[in-house]
């Protein structure tokens, strides 16, 4: 009986884990850039560099700034491809 019990709270507890990451996962390209990025450092004004400019800053993030730890290349489409949106 104590058993049950026990696996009961480990289960409920679990699910509510489960339940706090599925509603703290970004939902739109700008959420996960605000995510991913501003998680390791403060988000930098872009305002100056043009469209042209968002892929080769990602990658630089990745290749010289060690991002590619926690972002893959499918995420860093979504980023660039945001950040290039936003310059439209």
Known sequence: MR????????????LAGF???????????????????GNCHKLPDLTKYR?????????TMRTKNGADKVI???EAEIITRYLEGTKE
């Open 3 to 14: 058993w049950k019990w026990l696996s009961s709270v480990v289960a409920a507890l679990a």
């Open 19 to 37: 339940a706090w990451w599925w509603i703290t996962l970004p939902r739109t390209p700008e959420e996960f850039f605000k995510a991913r990025c």
């Open 72 to 74: 893959d290349d499918e």
């Open 51 to 59: 469209k042209d400019d968002m892929e080769g800053i990602v990658r």
